[in-house]
């Protein structure tokens, strides 16, 4: 099984910065792409970053020059760095892992950016 164990969620002012990070603890064959998503309230569940097994990454428009995802394949976890963030960017983050097939789901982290 693949298990999806997210942190670094939290209460942020507007212009500050948050890291988040997924663990994935379970089974780690065939992931073609990890990556974050995000669901506010009342709004469809959308892509923030991802990042393939070859190391290319793709970011929605809305965050591009702000967030930085990165994989570390030694530990297993990837991690999105959050900078400037604005009240929009309130949401809770998904941590998601592709295997092509199927996609694997974290419980979620709360992300809530003040103004």
């Known amino acids: 099984q693949v298990r999806l164990v997210e942190s670094g969620g939290g209460l942020v002012q507007a212009g500050g910065s948050l890291r988040l990070s997924c663990a994935n603890a379970g089974n780690t064959v065939n992931i073609r792409a990890m990556g974050w998503y995000r669901q506010a309230p009342g709004k469809e569940r959308e892509l923030v970053a991802s990042?393939?097994?070859?190391?290319?990454?793709n970011y929605a428009d809305s965050v591009k020059g702000r967030f930085t995802i990165s994989a570390d394949n030694a530990k297993n976890t990837v991690s999105l760095q959050m900078n400037s963030l604005k009240p929009e960017d309130t949401a809770v983050y998904y941590c998601?892992?592709?295997?092509?097939?199927?996609?694997?789901w974290g419980q979620g982290t709360q992300v809530t950016v003040s103004s």
């Open positions: 998601n892992l592709d295997r092509g097939y199927r996609f694997y």
């Open positions: 990042i393939s097994s070859g190391g290319s990454t």
